[in-house]
């Protein structure tokens, strides 16, 4: 009973990060960041469940970005555990556990390819307004 009660909480759980990974999609498009991908990486890491890739027009809308991510994060019960801007701010990464956050300039996301380096993770699909269902 206890088993099924924690396997119960575990999918809630795991169903939560899930909707807050495809808000953040959802976010970043919203707030006109190009290419954006959401990666299933649950069974590939052991560090979190989804990588969030997209690439920002500027380094203020990365930090703009980041910041509201920060703060959907806050308000879903996935606070970030950290952020990091490398000293270009060419690479913003935030890191809610579940999910890490990946902002890149674009030519510094093609040096770095994450996508291929999950290239094993499913593409988790979405569109639309962050108000629309799954």
């Excluded at 801007?85 to 040096?111: I, K, N």
């Amino acid at each position: 009973m206890a088993e099924q009660a924690a396997q119960s909480a575990q999918r809630m759980l795991d169903d939560d990060a899930l909707a807050f990974a495809v808000e953040s999609g959802r976010l970043a498009i919203d707030r006109h960041c190009e290419d954006v991908r959401l990666l299933d990486v649950r069974g590939l890491s052991q560090v979190c469940d989804f990588v969030l890739v997209a690439s920002g027009t500027s380094d203020r809308q990365a930090k703009s970005v980041a910041a509201e991510l920060e703060d959907l994060g806050t308000e879903r019960g996935f606070p970030p555990y950290r952020s990091n801007r490398d000293d270009a701010t060419t690479w913003t990464v935030v890191d809610f556990v579940s999910m890490v956050a990946h902002l890149f300039e674009p030519s510094r996301r093609a040096y770095y390819d994450l996508e291929e380096l999950w290239s094993d993770a499913p593409l988790i699909e979405f569109d639309g307004p962050r108000d629309s269902p799954l």
